[in-house]
């Protein structure tokens, strides 16, 4: 006689092989909504649930509140019976597999703030019943599924195994990002039991997914933060050099090229006036905590933030010396700020360096305006500011400094018609390689 343990397993796997199980996503997202999408796409029913009251009511109108998912993609769903939006937690007993994409900021001690998790993780304990997997994707440090979840989850009296399976596995989604999408990334998958791990991998198979299943919830949340530390301590290198060839008048930007001519050991990261969004400056926080905890002190990854999270301070410098060779003081001066999303064609601005650059533009006496085709309201140095056009009122000011090198902008216009730049993305010559000769531009 199979086992109660073998039962539920046995049948989530048939259910799968089906397309019969409900899909709940737990926060509609950046990361939640196109997974969600993809479940549709893949045959499932689906439940999207998100505290936002006026998120649903979005998703209700045929609206898409991010990028990477069309109005039009929300609009099919909207028509199909497959598919439900709801702010009512006791609709997630009716999902079968409930996916998890709630938010994992920082404190500001720059701690976790596991706030969103745990809440996630009450809501899905009252309404948790026999046959159902959850699966965490938010990214978090080593043991959170088993830490938090997992004791709150049996607390119900429910075991696991038996009733319910458990596993994490990390969105690894770059939003904006048109070469990589839900689709074509792998999955990493681990279950907190092998059986767990079993069913989920089997689930995001079956969206189409390549999948790598590791021994441990625990190895998945490890893998997640050591790709984005991998990236933050990355680009602090390549910042740190932009300090050092600055001093030593070489041009930081032809000395990346020339290495990444390299084809093996050397991988191309951009310095630029530093790093931002939901992930890169978080993420080696959740470990950082997570390792002090356990006695052992990082020095990399903190090393890292430090040097990113002091970009800004180096761009007002740089915006200050800059202005100074044209004779101008940062104080009273005009600077057009050009992009002030995270990082380019995106309509994201969390944690993005305008957040730091401006108020402190702001602080020196500098009259600051900026220019973002994708954030129409950008709060600054407690003033909420609005998008100008980039217009050539906008492009005459005292300086106009780049941040974000969005596609669509008119970088021949702006070359042509600004009297000074500050370009931290090398936005204009590598588009317009002549604009390596005016005296007018200036790099990092
Ligand atoms: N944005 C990215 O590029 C990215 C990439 C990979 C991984 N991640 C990770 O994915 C997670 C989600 O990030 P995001 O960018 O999608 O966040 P987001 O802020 O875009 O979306 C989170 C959504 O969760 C909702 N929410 C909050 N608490 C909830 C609850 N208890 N129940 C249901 N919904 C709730 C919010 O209303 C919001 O709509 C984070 O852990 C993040 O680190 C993000």
Redesign the pocket.
């Known amino acids: 006689m199979p086992s109660e343990a073998n039962a539920i397993v046995k049948q989530l796997q048939q259910a799968i092989q089906d397309r019969q199980p409900r899909i709940a996503v737990?926060?509609?997202?950046?990361?939640?909504?196109p997974l969600l999408a993809s479940c549709f796409k893949a045959g499932y029913a689906v439940l999207g649930?998100?505290?936002?009251q006026e998120?649903i009511q979005t998703l209700q109108a045929g609206q898409s509140?991010?990028q990477d998912v069309a109005a039009s993609q929300i609009q099919a769903m909207n028509q199909s019976e497959r598919a439900e939006w709801t702010s009512n937690p006791e609709t997630l007993a009716t999902a079968d597999i409930i996916l998890?994409?709630?938010?994992?900021p920082l404190h500001k001690s720059k701690e976790p703030d596991l706030s969103?998790i745990v809440?996630?993780t009450e809501?899905l304990a009252r309404t948790l019943r026999p046959g159902q997997l959850i699966i965490l994707?938010?990214?978090?440090y080593p043991g959170t599924t088993d830490e938090v979840l997992l004791p709150a989850f049996e607390a119900t009296g429910l075991q696991l195994d038996q009733h319910f399976l458990l596993a994490f596995s990390?969105?690894?989604?770059?939003?904006g990002n048109p070469t990589y999408r839900v689709e074509n990334i792998p999955k990493v998958v681990g279950g907190i039991s092998a059986e767990c791990g079993a069913v989920a991998s089997a689930f995001y198979q079956s969206l189409g997914l390549s999948v790598h299943t590791v021994s441990s919830a625990r190895v998945a949340e490890t893998a997640?933060i050591l790709e984005n530390t991998f990236r933050s301590v990355n680009i602090a290198l390549v910042n740190e050099f932009a300090g050092i060839c600055r001093a030593l008048e070489i041009d930081v930007w032809e000395v990346i090229e020339a290495a990444a001519t390299k084809p093996f050991g050397f991988m191309k990261f951009l310095p630029g006036p530093g790093i931002g969004?939901?992930?890169i400056p978080?993420?080696p926080h959740y470990l950082i905590w997570k390792a002090r905890l356990h006695g052992f002190e990082p020095r990399f990854m903190g090393l890292a933030d430090q040097i990113n999270s002091q970009m800004p301070v180096w761009v007002v410098q740089r915006t200050t010396d800059v202005l100074n060779l044209a004779r101008k003081a940062l104080n009273g001066a005009r600077i057009g700020v050009l992009g002030v999303a995270y990082k380019a064609n995106i309509d994201?601005a969390?944690e993005s360096p305008a957040h730091a650059i401006l108020p402190l533009l702001m602080q020196k006496g500098a009259q600051v305006s900026y220019h973002d085709p994708y954030i129409p309201r950008f709060e600054a140095g407690g003033q909420v500011l609005k998008s100008q056009p980039c217009d050539s009122d906008f492009l005459a000011q005292d300086l106009l400094l780049i941040l974000t090198d969005h596609q669509q902008l008119d970088y021949a216009r702006i070359l042509a018609e600004a009297p000074l730049i500050l370009d931290t993305r090398n936005a204009l010559v590598s588009r317009l390689p002549e604009a390596r000769l005016s005296e007018r531009l200036h790099g990092l």
């Not at 737990?26 to 909504?33: A, F, K, P, S």
């Not at 998890?100 to 994992?104: A, H, L, N, Q, Y």
């Not at 994707?137 to 978090?140: I, Q």
């Open positions: 737990m926060g509609l997202g950046y990361v939640g909504l649930f998100d505290v936002s998120r509140p991010v998890i994409c709630v938010p994992t969103f809440q996630a809501t994707e938010s990214t978090t990390p969105e690894r989604i770059d939003p997640k969004g939901h992930c978080l993420d994201d969390r």
